[in-house]
């Protein structure tokens, strides 16, 4: 078993930067791929971006490209959404999930941001930009 605990989000003005953690406890860290994907009220569930086990590669959505950035420290367990130039269309409650299952050998952007690859998840934390 596997739990991630997000933290970090919260109400901030278009323009501004927020930094989301997401601590993972259960297993080993640096044995899995992380991903974070948002959901806005009344759509689907959606890829924001994804760094593998070792940090060697990372994927993002074409919407984030340039103001997000993600990374992980495997020491502490966490990984982490850099999040700049926020706008109001990033309002989500955002969801850091944990893969540990998907090979080395099938690692690619199509697996990588699929949802359906990822095999436990946080509980969320809200992010709201104002405009």
């Known amino acids: 078993q596997v739990q991630l605990v997000e933290s970090g989000g919260g109400l901030v003005q278009a323009g501004a930067s927020l930094r989301l953690s997401c601590a993972a406890s259960?297993?080993?860290?640096?044995?899995?791929?992380m991903g974070w994907f948002r959901q806005a009220p009344g759509k689907e569930r959606a890829f924001v971006a994804a760094?593998?086990?070792?940090?060697?590669?990372?994927y993002y959505a074409d919407s984030v490209k340039g103001r997000f950035t993600i990374s992980r420290d495997n020491a502490k367990n966490t990984v982490y959404l850099q999040m700049n130039s926020l706008k109001p269309e990033d309002t989500a409650v955002y969801y850091c999930?944990?893969?540990?299952?998907?090979?080395?050998?099938?690692?690619?952007?199509?697996?990588?941001?699929?949802?359906?690859?990822?095999?436990?998840w946080g509980q969320g934390t809200q992010v709201t930009v104002s405009s």
């Open positions: 760094v593998t086990k070792n940090g060697d590669s990372t």
């Open positions: 259960g297993r080993t860290f640096s044995t899995y791929n």
């Open positions: 999930a944990a893969d540990l299952t998907l090979p080395k050998a099938k690692i690619t952007a199509a697996t990588m941001t699929s949802k359906n690859n990822y095999d436990y």
